[in-house]
Every structure is written in structure tokens, then in C-alpha cells.
């Protein structure tokens, strides 16, 4: 899977798989074959954190 640069596109397309397909980041993240820390940094950019409870970045 190829992730959007931008950290919008990217925080939407994340939180809407991780709603609607994932239980969690790191399922999220082992499906697709992508580095959760990375992720993690790139929106932390835009000040999205990851809350594990509501499954989605806040």
C-alpha cells in the first residue's frame, strides 16, 4: 500500500481503515506492511496522537 505525503490525506485514509477494517494501528499496520513509528511521526506533525481505546488519531 502506498500512503498519501500529505498528512491530511494521510491521517483520513488511516482513521477510515481503522474504522471500518482494523482493529487496531498495529493490525493496521502488519496487513499492510508499514512502519507504525513512522505513521506515528508523520501525524504527530499535524498533532494527531493515537488513542488505542477509540482506535483512531485524535
Known amino acids: 500500500m502506498t500512503l498519501p505525503k500529505d498528512p491530511v490525506m494521510l491521517l483520513s485514509l488511516i482513521n477510515t481503515k481503522l474504522r471500518d477494517y482494523n482493529s ?17 511521526k508523520k501525524l504527530e506533525m499535524i498533532d494527531y496522537h493515537y488513542d488505542e481505546f477509540k482506535n483512531k488519531f485524535v
Open 24 to 40: 487496531s494501528l498495529d493490525d493496521f499496520c502488519k496487513e499492510n506492511n508499514l512502519n507504525e513509528d513512522e505513521i506515528k
